[in-house]
């Protein structure tokens, strides 16, 4: 039981990672125009499948193991936290997006330096997480 509890710290952990990856190299192609960089999605797949798997393995623990007090808030967390490291990585896949349908008029006005700014914001908020 204990190990399972420590599997589901790791496997978060590695998700928000990833997640947060998913921001940084997002931020990187609007960044530099990296249009084949915007268009890996690889790790918004691996983040979405993860999501269920993590799912899983929580309904699982509260159905076999039944947790109480600190166990239960833990994967009962767990259980929220999945889904907004999940969202994370879809904003991930907008910022690329972004990317490619940006313009040269868009870079002209300004509107991209707000854009780096709230990347860099949010990258940080997320690897504070």
Request: glycine share 6%; net charge negative.
């Amino acid at each position: 039981y204990d190990a399972e509890l420590l599997q589901l710290d790791t496997m978060l952990a590695r998700r928000g990672h990833a997640a947060g990856g998913a921001i940084e190299s997002a931020m990187t192609a609007l960044r530099t125009g990296d249009t084949e960089l915007a268009r890996s999605d690889a790790r918004d797949s691996e983040i979405d499948s993860a999501e269920h798997e993590i799912e899983h393995r929580c309904l699982t623990l509260f159905l076999r193991q039944q947790p109480v007090a600190g166990d239960l808030r833990k994967v009962s967390t767990a259980l929220k936290m999945v889904t907004d490291i999940e969202r994370i990585a879809d904003q991930a896949s907008d910022i690329a997006e972004i990317t490619l349908i940006s313009t040269r008029r868009a870079r002209t006005v300004g509107v991209l330096d707000d854009l780096y700014a709230m990347g860099d914001i949010a990258l940080h908020m997320v690897k504070d997480a």
